[in-house]
């Protein structure tokens, strides 16, 4: 927080933490999220360990976080493609969480829930309005 706040010249009161496991987990709990790789495809066994064709894709767990964090294998592989991937990916991810029957299904819903509250911490006082 402080580096954040540092660089950016405005004060952090609260922060929420996920783990990369809510990430995963989130993603199973909506039995995965299709996403389109660009051509040529990616093929990183050696580092993120994901290798996928060009195309249409479903990816769940360690797959798709493999895939947000993959920059080896990407053209150039610069930051700003993988920040393309990741936008990409919250963006299939945001679709399927809204999408019709996603929400009202229980199970669904459960697991969702179970993601995000068993891979979360908070700092003290975010439940406390007037502290910060």
């Keep these: 927080m402080t580096t954040v706040e540092a660089m950016t010249n405005i004060r952090i009161d609260h922060f929420v933490e996920l783990t990369f496991d809510a990430f995963t987990d989130l993603t199973n709990a909506v039995n995965g999220v299709q996403i389109c790789v660009p051509e040529p495809g990616i093929n990183d066994p050696n580092y993120s360990g994901l290798v996928?064709?060009?195309g249409l894709h479903t990816v769940t767990g360690n797959q798709a976080l493999a895939f947000?964090?993959?920059r080896h294998d990407l053209a150039n592989g610069t930051d700003l493609n993988r920040i393309r991937m990741q936008q990409q990916f919250m963006s299939a991810l945001f679709s399927k969480l809204t999408a019709n029957g996603t929400l009202e299904d229980p199970v669904t819903l459960y697991k969702i829930?179970?993601?995000v509250t068993g891979n979360i911490t908070v700092d003290s006082d975010l439940g406390?309005?007037?502290?910060?």
Excluded: I, K, Q, T
């Design 68 to 70: 947000v964090r993959d």
């Design 128 to 132: 406390r309005p007037g502290r910060g």
């Design 113 to 115: 829930a179970n993601a």
């Design 52 to 54: 996928l064709s060009a």
